[in-house]
């Protein structure tokens, strides 16, 4: 069997789809990386709600998925749309790293909570509203780039320090750069942060589906991502949206916190549901309909009012 696997050019999407290659070999599977380049790729000088957000990192690869030159293509899950085109499904979530943001700096003393007012670059709304939210003495500057490129930008200075997913400053072994670890009930994460997913068209072979599921799905992330997507795609929220939520398990139950912050961070509603992991993504859309009943349809309202109406997932 050969798996053609398609994927971003970045350093850290690149370790993704290796990753994903050397599970797939080990399980005797030949493999081939194509890299593709995407409109979030490409435009570099806009935040993701000037641009568009829905499919920005993923349309061209789907759309070699379509014709057969690429037979998976290899995510973030966090980057994903919460529900994709009929064409194309997601056969495999790899097993989640720790799911933190976290402060990274050249500057280790820094911290959130030290009082001191200082300039963070992120391009995320989510994490933005968060800092307005509970540290509003922080100013942000949108930043936008791989990792390297953040990382290019702190170095010339236009900011402090960058607020990021640990899952990619740890497989990109900077971890000596993170000046503190963020608080899940304060930073929780976008849907999906910390796991790759690997998407491929619904018309590949059931034979290659099975192969590439058995060799790289990790059963208990699956469950939780499953609960996460739900619940992103009942409150319609993308890149644009900051929409938060992490499943976690024990004892055969999920327990799923979710929410939705104002984009001034001045309002912010948190739920929490737990249930069995036989029916995940009804949990997560029970949670969604929870933040719903208390307000999260006024708050989607206002954001989609004052971001740009493409970026919105429909």
Known sequence: ?????????????????????????????ETEVVIIETKGDKILNRALSKIGSKGVFT???????????????????????????DAFELIAFTEREKANDVLVSHNNELSLKSGESFVVGTSSTRRIAVLRHFYPHIQTVDMRGNLQTRLGKLNEGHCDALLLAYAGVHRMKYDDKIAEHLLLD???????????AIECAVN???????????????????????????????????????????????DDQINITGGIISL??????RRTETGSITFPEELGTALANE????????????????????SIEQ
């Open 1 to 29: 069997m050969h798996i053609k696997i398609g994927t971003r050019g970045s350093k850290l999407a690149l370790w993704q789809a290796h990753y994903v290659e050397e599970m797939l070999r080990e399980g005797g599977v």
């Open 59 to 85: 349309q061209e690869l789907e759309d070699q998925l379509l014709d057969g030159s690429i037979d998976i293509a290899v995510h973030s899950a966090k980057d994903l749309q919460s529900q994709l085109d």
């Open 186 to 196: 304060e930073f929780t994460p976008a849907v999906g942060q910390g796991s790759v």
């Open 204 to 250: 590949l072979s059931e034979e290659k589906k099975a192969m590439i599921k058995s060799l790289t799905n990790h059963a208990e992330t699956e469950t939780c991502l499953l609960a996460e997507r739900a619940f992103l795609k009942r409150l319609q929220g993308g890149c644009s949206i900051p929409v938060f939520g992490l499943a976690t398990l024990k």
């Open 264 to 269: 001034d961070g001045q309002e912010l509603i």
């Open 291 to 310: 933040l719903l009943d208390a307000g999260a349809d006024r708050i989607l309202a206002e954001i989609k009012s004052q971001v740009n109406v493409n």
